[in-house]
């Protein structure tokens, strides 16, 4: 029922990606004059696994981490939240990535400064991986991310997609369309490749830009993403408008909330996390529903994780409204 | 004439409560993840006391707590702002009582986690009291936590109320209902009890309806209250539209401040002692005017307790706007 | 092979006890002058639980826990390092038990401040154990603090000992007396009960003497307790001595190492840890050189949980010196 | 090409005035119940070094300090930043002065807490000065807080203003009133002797008030001040509006941004280095536009000094808008 | 029977003195490298007094301090202990005292920066004080520090110990020799005026040989100091060694204890404290046992001011040792 | 004069390697389990020219860092020392190596975790230095860690060596084994090529055993290293028995102090930059003298670099001793 009675429950959800420690700078200062960090895990996709878990889904992570202190300290944080961490790649060689956070404030924007050349999970190849693990479940989640990492990653990623769909494992993908890592060209090559596999796909509207190579009004950007690529279940997020669901020809539009922002990174994760939840549990309104009150809640806590409490999330979709509860 | 120098003076008002240690997370992050807690002082009435000597008008403040640590550290943090607690109620058994908040951020509400039952508080007993220190103040401060903490505190405070009146000691009541401690119909049946005896009553416009068993237009409500209670003077607080008064069939609206909120909780004890303070030395009006002053200053400090200057108070109270002064 | 690794392995060890959450002033502070804490697990058997992980024997925590934040946090703490946590009692009512430390310095002493009356730990019965998960393991690990908590705990500790020994899963059991918790008398009555159920019992000189009711010369007493009660191995910790083992007649010393000593709590469970290891893959001798280099390792980091790294008990065991690796 | 690259040009703007410590507590705490500090650099005539040195623009400090810890952490925090500090004077007596500051909320004002007086900076005489040093620059910068510390430094800004403007080195001058510092008339007096020797003006519209003795509208302000002072390039701070500039009779308006401010202090100082940078490199337009982007980032850090990212002030004042870089 | 009980009981010690603001660097930091400072009270006489309530005596503090923020900081942290601070006087001019303290670390010393120059404190003069306050005590307690900070100081100090006397206020004078506050030659001037007004002296050996101008051995300086001055009652503190008290030509030695020191700022007023105590409740043996715990026990915690346990003092004057209480 | 005087004197002193950034979790945290780190600059030759400073003797300090907020950090860090540096090396790729320190407590050892692979430091050629700026100093600085990072690195290393020698520029060597970077075979042919161009040679006795080949006694090893490599002057430092000099056959002994050790990082380059001043200013002996205070006084600081004050080595060297200075 809770997030701590999932232990010995079957993995539902395989979210597969690389984690890195994030280095984050107290909330307005400048890395460059900055001599206390904050270390935290970052990675899109552990923070869908977490996400699910919160919400009691359970979920596994699988990502490729070097032998030493700082490896095992991410799968030790990833581990605290019940996920299942059993099936993570140990390399022998390869660091783990690292990123630094400059936080921003307007008109300064938020920055993200990668040192992740060279990480053991750039390294990842389809042979390291256990896929009886990933096969039995009944969602794999993967991003857009992966495939920027290197040529490795995006043939792995490919063969997640294909090998789970055949498996009749449903793949659900988030573009994450990440500029500082690859070209919008090297991305659109990608993603055409991978869309065709997917079963449940997120973007956000310059993702889907990214894809069709121009610009449409939103629905027509859907059914124009549908049809070029087969994904029948999509979901658009919007930023504070919300979210657009399309599904087999409909629209399905949830509105956002009013949120005083903590922190927005990871926002599209959580957004993931309970989309997955809701959609699986019932149908893609219901899934959007929890998304988007996922992704409220993420940006109201300062870490990347989606730290929420699943009690606010269901007073969220069930339209209650409380600001003290005493 | 100033906060530091009221340590000689008569205590003019004494309030009577519990008073507990709040641990507090850094401000956006959820207990459940976190492991650095700030530990302050919780508790409304020792809350009415330090406003009081912020203001210079000196209190003393009552309550029970065991021979321990955590018990003196309580009364150190009282005394320090010049409260005096020399008729504080020592026990050889039970606990401190403890909560833990968390701060919320829309759509995250604030909530508040007690673990105050077993508290020495929730044993004090009329005849622990030190009746001499109580009868011969201007006025005893009681709210609506204290009779809803156990039998023998109801029973207390019934006391306190009825003999200050006749003693001819004025009695302050803030209603201050606690869904956390007790039922709406635990806290009406004890809310008739007490109205009768009370000289000066604060409440929001939720704890009138619990009162009144319905819901009226603010005014009306007010009418009502005076007419089933006897109570003639009523302080109505209006969250961010300031506050209402009603003396003897007149009414008196005091208009809010635009308040940057750092911390919420205390703003009503605050108000009170502002109101105490104005309404003792002028009129209700103006006692509104110090206590919503007093409540929006509260307001832009970290701790429960109302840390205010007294110079910033005199300035609001007159008028006077400042932003920068260099 | 590491404590990541041991994730899906079989639990073979089951450690059953309260976990508490510790709260901890900076070094050298007096809590009643201080206020911010660190909040961190505090527990006997978890920490026994965890120093297998790090040494990579797959454990798993049992205890009673009431559903709320504080309870979320101990397990996700528990689990971050793997331990199984799949077979916690869940409460609905009860509270978590805490604890102030107040960690001194000579002549001050470290001083301990309890407030853990009314825990969920204390209701734990026999009939809310997982006795499936509890029997299959190879050990279960039990200590004097949870006969001491009520005689409900009483009772449970005793049945789990009776039924683990004859279910042919093997008991390890730590006196650990704790003043502040019960009397020298109702302990003794206690030990004297539990004691025939033991495999494997770690004591202290005054845990001894408490038993046998008189003070004997270490061998005379360990032969004494082995005489009186069956316990056939026995390891006695000694402090910076080390340890003197005793199995069936025979005695083992094992010397202490030089330590820089930051808490000393937990040391006693983390030898406790190392003792179960080695004795398991070969024997009391080994068993001994581990516990007593992970009791010294532990004394060096600020927490009371074993956060020890594996290398560096090796590194002991194996008798090689280092001060500085770079 | 970037600040670290200008070690060893030429000292093209030369910075005078005080520098002090500022101690301030976290962001909402009040001073009397703060026992944590921050002590960092506060003193607007190096802001403003600081500021050109983060354009690429070559600037030294020059101050009078104490030879002690105080005086020496001083003069490192300045050259961190690359400026240049070799024409500093070292005094064997007086202090360092310092300032507290208690941040505010509104409708709590920000306060400033001066504990100024016998500082070593109220004693720099003219003669003390390295005039090669001062007269080889490009600019000298001038504020009217330097005259407001004593008689002799009234009488040094007067010297320097006088002697730079002879040696064909332009004068910057920023009015910077204080009225915890001198009264409205003294501060006339000393603007009115100065004015006449300086080259580029910087004012607040209530500063120019107290120069002419009345309130004109801006544009009728800035005329006046022109014709009376023979200020022939003023630049008029309009907070949140922007800035309005006036050269030879020409008027040129910037509008403001939308800033998220996290400390408002030193958001002028950051201008005058934008002002300085803008307008040496180009014109009085672009000065402006330089001057109120480095204001607008300056607020979003929480120190004094205008710790800027260049690319931020290129990105904006080339009308570049952006929220999130990753 | 606790500090917390002392509030309404008669001030029995009044202490006399200066407190200034201390700012100190985490443990073991340079100022010239350091940016965060803890501001805690530091001052001899407040010492005493706070030491006096610890075990139980009632004291107050009288001073002077300019009313601002600062000021009223350091009465409420006095007044936190219980002691009475109604009689400081307050002044409308003048600033808080402050000193910087770098703690050091073997071969490094621990140094005192003071920037105590133009306090109010150096200004308080005789006619301020509260006679009936002061000489309605049982004691009064001045230390060398006070004559070392003005001329005006000096007078005040001798005044007090004079009066004092006539009324039968026994006069407690600890030596205090500071080298950056005066000569030698000044001191001895200072020290020969007071010390035939005291009736309880505390010394180091250095402070006596200061006083008789050459280097004795212990035991004839202290009869050196008894002949020449008057003093018949001494207790000369001997840093590790204990203390040597010196009553009527009779000498009583008492050891010191194995400290783990933390802070060795304010040993000697927790010395103080203890000796009167001691003193005044039995003899001078005692007195010296209560000393030298005191002093040991202040030597454990962070802060100036003697946060000592009572129990733990009278565990160590009972001759009872634990290291941990469990 | 002091420190901060030194910024427009000729740079005598050039310090040649990488500086990273070293992440270090609070002391006796586990990297494992830590999330709070200090970010601090680590590089054995920018400390010895931060020593020099220190001392009054002008540095710079040449490395080759990439244009981003990391390496900024890393310059800004070192001249706020008054280190020049306008000779370092800018480059668009590569990346700031960093480490991580895991501080130990015995027994377990202090750890380093490089993660420098992939630095632009790596790719340092000799045709990028500025040769003008290295040959119109007195001395130049290199340690056997540069060497160790690359074959560029290597024969980088050596040419500076090389065109020093041949300029009259004197060379200064620290030999630095580390184990985590070479092996001993690697590192004994470099430092064989490396020796002959020294002029003076800084070695613990593992360095001097690594380049024999074999071990010696010391003095025996000491006249073999002159031998065989052409060093004249070699100081071997002999950790807490002091240091060991050899210059044309002769001997001087320096014993060491009695240390309170907060970090030993860095002490040997501490070591070298008094031994640089002292030995240019009068002569080995001394300069030696001026090593042993610098290490001694290094190590009771917790960053790696030597923030010392001056006058506190002038003390030591002067052979006064000093505990509490107030």
């Known amino acids: ?68 202190a700082l490896g095992r300290k991410l799968v030790n944080e990833t581990r605290s939240f019940g996920v299942d961490t059993s099936a993570v790649v140990w390399s022998e060689t390869g660091r783990v ?18 040192d992740r050349a060279g990480s053991a999970a750039t390294t990842l190849a389809a042979d390291e991986l256990d896929w009886d693990y990933l096969l039995s479940a009944e969602w794999v989640v993967l991003t857009g991310i992966t495939p920027a990492l290197s ?39 990608a993603y055409r490749a991978l869309l065709p596999h997917v079963d449940l796909l997120v973007a956000t509207e310059p993702d889907v830009e990214i894809v069709l190579g121009k610009h449409l009004e939103r629905r027509d950007a859907l059914r124009a993403l549908a049809d070029c690529c087969g994904a029948q279940v999509i979901a658009m997020t919007l930023g504070a408008e919300g979210a657009l669901g399309y599904e087999c020809g409909a629209f399905h539009q949830v509105p956002g909330y009013d949120v005083q922002c903590v922190n927005r990174l990871g926002a599209g994760d959580a957004f993931l996390a309970g989309l997955i939840y809701g959609f699986s549990q019932w149908n893609l309104r219901r899934g959007l529903a929890y998304g988007i009150a996922m992704a ?21 979709v069930a339209g209650r409204n409380s600001n003290v509860i005493r």
């Open 1 to 68: 029922m809770t997030a701590a009675s999932t232990d010995n429950c079957r993995v539902r959800v395989v979210c597969i990606g690389e984690t890195m420690v994030m280095f984050g700078p107290p909330p307005h200062e400048l890395i460059e004059y900055c001599s206390h960090f904050v270390a935290l895990l970052g990675g899109a996709e552990a923070n869908v696994a977490i996400g699910l878990e919160r919400l009691g889904m359970h979920a596994g992570w699988v990502g490729k981490l070097p032998q030493n």
């Open 97 to 114: 990535g690292t990123f630094f956070v400059e936080w921003g404030a307007a008109p300064r924007p938020l920055v993200t400064i990668y």
């Open 151 to 189: 040529d490795t990653c995006r043939a792995t990623t490919l063969e997640i997609a294909c090998r789970a769909r055949q498996a009749g494992v449903r793949v659900a993908f988030d573009m994450n369309y990440r500029s500082l890592l690859w070209s919008r060209d090297e991305a659109r090559k």
């Open 296 to 316: 409220a809640l993420k940006m109201t806590v300062p870490q990347n994780i989606p730290l929420i409490n699943r009690v606010d999330v269901e007073r969220l």
